[in-house]
């Protein structure tokens, strides 16, 4: 692991000038990747459904790069992450699944298991036994190929016969939101909230904020779905304060959770909106060549230098937004730990 990270002194004075200080001693990554680099030529084409700047970041993140991760830029806390597999990664599912399920009694972590749709509620159902998981990471990519990626709906990828499964069991689904609108789509809100109605046992987290990664994404979404208790949201891969504000006035701290989306929290960047769209800045070449990818943007010069982690950036975004809604420091807690916690042994039970 020698090499894995960096650490300069820019990296250094973030922490400890804003970090340090905010963040509670323990804390829960709601959101976090693991998985082996396989030994045969991968395709990791998405078809379109997904953005491919990530794989950028790290071709694999074995448990023991994750767990070094934390130690290198987490210091002073101890760190629990609920893990899941990456299927970008070009393996099966099983074979992605099983190195999870490794990981989790290897080191006493808590798991998830990729779904794939087509699969019947008993087979799901005995994957997760088999596994010792607590629930389930759906992926829209693995939506059937016949539906177009702009028009893949949330019961496309989580079928409501999964969600029988995981409602009966009061397990736990990291959900991504599909569709160009993300968090703010007409219809991501409604078979949100129709999830709550029909399976209210089942323990949903809303990943990344509903990718509502720019404000132009939330429209109404936070006032539609704030009275859906069932949902928790995670604010992993997102730096954007003003969302983080609407969220937390909206459910409150209770609801929300910290995540990070490792391993690509490693990456060295800052983000921005322009014109509802966010732009990762990274330093010239760091990342190859990545001229064609429109969330991409390079820099040169003091300002490359002055880039820090996506991490440090993710979580100075949410302690300003925590500052302005006036959040205790208990509630700080909730958030990094706490709430994660509870759900967690709850799906265990």
């Known amino acids: 692991m020698a090499g894995l990270i960096e650490i300069k002194a820019v990296d250094r004075e973030f922490y400890e000038s804003r970090l340090r200080g905010f963040l509670p001693p323990r804390l829960i990554d709601a959101h976090a990747h693991v998985w082996l680099e396989p030994g045969e030529p991968r395709d990791v084409s998405t078809g379109g459904r997904l953005v491919t700047w990530p794989g950028r970041v790290a071709a694999a993140n074995p448990v023991e790069h994750l767990l070094e991760t934390y130690r290198l830029m987490l210091p002073g806390t101890a760190v629990t992450p609920l893990i899941f597999s990456n299927p970008a990664a070009g393996v099966d599912l099983d074979s992605l699944n099983d190195y999870a399920a490794r990981c989790s009694a290897s080191h006493a972590l808590p798991a998830l298991a990729l779904s794939r749709p087509e699969w019947t509620a008993g087979e799901l159902e005995e994957r997760i036994l088999r596994g010792g998981f607590l629930g389930i990471k759906p992926y829209l990519s693995l939506a059937p190929a016949s539906i177009p990626a702009d028009e893949i709906a949330i019961f496309d990828f989580l079928p409501p016969h999964h969600l029988e499964v995981i409602d009966r069991r009061g397990w736990i689904v990291m959900l991504h939101l599909p569709r160009p609108a993300r968090l703010r789509d007409p219809g991501n809100i409604e078979q949100l909230l129709e999830i709550g109605r029909r399976f209210p046992n089942a323990r949903v987290i809303v990943a990344h904020v509903g990718r509502a990664y720019c404000p132009q994404d939330v429209g109404d979404a936070f006032e539609r779905l704030a009275s859906a208790s069932h949902l928790c949201f995670d604010f992993s ?109 709850a799906a265990r039970g």
């Open 237 to 345: 891969a997102n730096t954007n304060e003003r969302v983080f504000r609407r969220l937390l006035d909206a459910v409150g701290p209770k609801r929300v959770l910290f995540g990070t989306d490792m391993p690509i929290l490693r990456m060295r960047m800052r983000r921005i909106c322009e014109n509802g769209r966010y732009i990762n800045i990274v330093q010239r070449g760091l990342y190859g060549d990545v001229s064609g990818d429109p969330h991409m943007r390079e820099a040169d010069g003091p300002d490359a230098d002055r880039l820090t982690f996506f991490l440090y950036e993710e979580i100075d975004a949410f302690r300003r937004a925590a500052r302005a809604a006036g959040l205790s420091r208990d509630d700080i807690e909730d958030v990094f730990h706490d709430n994660a916690a509870r759900i967690i042994e």
